[in-house]
């Protein structure tokens, strides 16, 4: 996609309706389960989340739109590829249920300490993450070959082949 032909009005529509479907889900994966709306915890831990992500879209606006339209492609083609989404969405969603379960049924007490040290180490991993975007303009969902992709070998992409997941296994 060309850079002139991406229409930043509906782009930012777009993301506004992503952005609210994701506080959403959070809302009805985490919040639901706890059945209170007495979670610190949560309320920490979406601000470490979401807070950045404000910042990392209107950087990509400005900068990158192309990029955002990239990452925005959800629609894997490859078979095996869409099982493997599949699986990990499953395992995805039991990782969002329980912390409200467990909020509920009183199952840990995880000391504060902890609690702030793990919301500290999701904000080193989301700061790795948007540098490996910054390193790899071709990063994406979907796995694809697109037009002048170069194969990166430098920077994160020189220790690990796929930097991105790696950051998000540390974060999630």
């Not at 991105?164 to 999630?172: D, E, K, P, T, W």
């Amino acid at each position: 996609m060309e850079p002139q032909s991406i229409d930043l009005r509906s782009l930012q529509k777009k993301l506004a309706v992503r952005f609210f479907l994701l506080l959403l889900f959070f809302s009805l994966f985490l919040l639901l389960p706890a059945g209170t709306f007495y979670f610190w915890q949560l309320y920490v831990y979406l601000a470490v989340l979401m807070g950045p992500l404000i910042f990392v879209v209107r950087y990509f606006l400005k900068n990158d739109p192309e990029f955002l339209v990239h990452r925005m492609t959800m629609k894997e083609k490859e078979r095996e590829q869409k099982k493997i989404i599949s699986l990990s969405a499953i395992a995805y969603l039991i990782g969002f249920l329980l912390p409200g379960l467990d909020r509920r049924f009183g199952w840990s007490d995880i000391p504060t300490a902890i609690v702030l040290a793990a919301d500290l180490l999701v904000m080193a991993s989301y700061i790795f993450i948007v540098y490996v975007f910054k390193q790899n303009r071709y990063a994406s969902r979907v796995i694809e070959v697109q037009k002048d992709q170069k194969v990166i070998s430098t920077g994160p992409y020189s220790i690990v082949r796929h930097p991105m997941y790696s950051g998000m296994f540390i974060m999630f």
